[in-house]
Nanobody, 121 residues
Framework: QVQLVESGGGLVQPGGSLRLSCVAS????????MAWYRQAPGKQRELVAT???????NLADSVKGRFTISRENGKNMMYLQMKNLKPEDTAVYYC???????????????WGQGTQVTVSS
């Protein structure tokens, strides 16, 4: 089986920084697109950033210039560096990965359980 586990969330003051990590474990042949999503209370889950295995990235307009997504393919790890955090960034952050478990299998979408980020003074 495959598991995604996020870490690095917490309480931070406005203007502060946090670095989220996501590790994928289990039987993994390859992982193409990985992504960070977030869901604030009472709102729909929204896409924050994506990164391909080749390193191509996309960021939501609301976080451009403040967040950076990166990954280490050999370690099945993905990161979200968040700077100049704002109260509106408060949400549960989830990682998602498109994973192929074997060379002959199709890609399947996996989600982590989420990590809480709270931006408040």
């Amino acid at each position: 089986q495959v598991q995604l586990v996020e870490s690095g969330g917490g309480l931070v003051q406005p203007g502060g920084s946090l670095r989220l990590s996501c590790v994928a474990s289990g039987n993994i042949f390859s992982s193409n697109v990985m992504a960070w999503y977030r869901q604030a209370p009472g709102k729909q889950r929204e896409l924050v950033a994506t990164i391909t295995s080749g390193g191509s990235t996309n960021l939501a307009d609301s976080v451009k210039g403040r967040f950076t997504i990166s990954r280490e393919n050999g370690k099945n790890m993905m990161y979200l560096q968040m700077k100049n955090l704002k109260p509106e960034d408060t949400a549960v952050y989830y990682c998602k990965a498109q994973i192929r478990r074997f060379y002959w299998s199709k890609e399947v979408e996996y989600w982590g359980q989420g990590t809480q980020v709270t931006v408040s003074s």
